[in-house]
Structures are given as C-alpha cells and as structure tokens.
C-alpha cells in the first residue's frame, strides 16, 4: 500500500482518529488498546476488567483476546446500561489479538476498530492460530482490512527479529500501525519503557504509520500487564 493510499485511510476511518492522539502518557489512564479478559489468556472476566476501566476513567477502549471477541458483547451491553443512567464510559472498539507470519517471524497483530459485519475475520475467532497460507501476515491483513478494521504489529520489540526490520515489512505490506508506547520492562504499574519506545515511536512517524498503546494486561489489574 502506498503511503498516499494509506493516508486517505487512515482520513477517513473513525479509529485512527482516535489514534492520532495516542501520547506516552496516554495509558492507562485514558486508552488502553491492547488487554484480555479470561477469554483468552486473561485473568479478568469481561465485566470485571468493564469495571477496571470505568473506574480508571478511560476514554477509549478496546479488548483483544486473542483469536476471541467473545468479551466484547458482554463489554457493550454493560457500557450500555450505564449509559442510559447517564453514567460516562468509555468508547468500545472491538478488537482481537491475532497470530500471523512476518518475515518468517511469528508476530501479533491487533485487529482494532473493525465492524460489526467481519466475516472475514472469522477463521482468525476461533479460539486459536490458523494454520497454513491464512496464517502469512498478508493473509492476516486482507482480512483486517476487509472487515474495515486497522492492523496495527504489537509490540514490535518482543520478537526475535529487530524491530525496525519488522516495522519496515508490515509498513511495505500496508499495516496501518504499530504499538509504540508498551512496557517492555513488564511492571507492576505500566509505563513506557523510554528509549526503545522512543525509537519505535520516531520510526512509526516517519513512515507515516499510526501509533498505538496498550497495557497487554493479563493479570487480575488493569493498570499493569
């Protein structure tokens, strides 16, 4: 994809315009774009980690169970009835953590933003990796993209492979993004780790990618991972 291609994109979809706000700072306290629930591998049940996020005040949230959306129904409604209460929550985009290959690299690709209607995401919500040619990081993509979500790399300095050699593929490929701000130092309380973060952020903005956040939150807090 083209760097114009992706910029028209990237204009027109509700999403990214969240993204663009996204700033060190911003998690947890305000988006938290990367997290699970017992779903997946999770500690927390939906409704608790809806109350964790209530709670913190964020603005913008989404759960990405890997290869499972099953939280985000359950999620909704409870954000739903609280809003006819006239109670504030957060905004609840879907989201889903998804296996895929890169560069020969196993990596993981958040699916964010996408619709209502993602039937093309379907073999990739079923509880477990696909296997075989749906498994390639262009396969991955398509459907993302055909489901009108972004694919954003997570956090792009987990892998064995050196993350600006990972960004420069999925940026070739046409992936809208990566998770720039993440604790790779994994403690109690989240929080950027500096200097790795920093350079993933600068390469992300220089190719015109977006920037994503998230406390990939496995335990039993919100706050931390």
């Known amino acids: 994809m083209s760097p114009e291609r992706r910029a028209l994109r990237h204009a027109s979809h509700p999403f990214a315009a969240v993204l663009r706000q996204v700033e060190p700072g911003s998690c947890p306290s305000r988006f938290n774009f990367h997290c699970h629930t017992h779903c997946s591998d999770g500690s927390l049940a939906p409704l608790e980690l809806a109350r964790q996020a209530l709670e913190l005040g964020l603005e913008h949230l989404a759960v990405t169970d890997h290869h499972s959306l099953r939280a985000h129904r359950p999620i909704a409604e409870h954000f739903e009835q609280l809003a006819d209460q006239g ?25 964010l933003g996408f619709g209502p209607q993602h039937d093309s995401l379907e073999p990739y919500l079923q509880g477990s990796s696909v296997v075989g040619p749906a498994l390639r ?89």
């Not at 890169?102 to 958040?110: I, P």
């Open 87 to 111: 109670v504030p929550t957060p905004t609840l985009w879907r989201g889903v953590e998804i296996s895929c290959l890169l560069e020969g690299c196993l990596v993981h690709v958040l699916a």
């Open 137 to 225: 990081a262009e396969a991955v993509l398509e459907a993302i993209h055909a489901a009108d979500g972004l694919a954003v790399l997570a956090h792009p300095a987990r892998y064995r492979l050196p993350f600006a050699r990972l960004i420069e593929a999925a940026a070739a490929l046409g992936f809208d993004g990566a998770e720039a701000w993440y604790d790779y130092d994994l403690q109690e309380r989240w929080q950027p780790t500096a200097l790795v973060c920093e350079a993933i952020a600068g390469d992300l903005q220089a190719r015109g990618l977006l920037l994503s956040c998230g406390t990939d939150s496995h335990g039993l807090s919100l706050r931390g991972r």
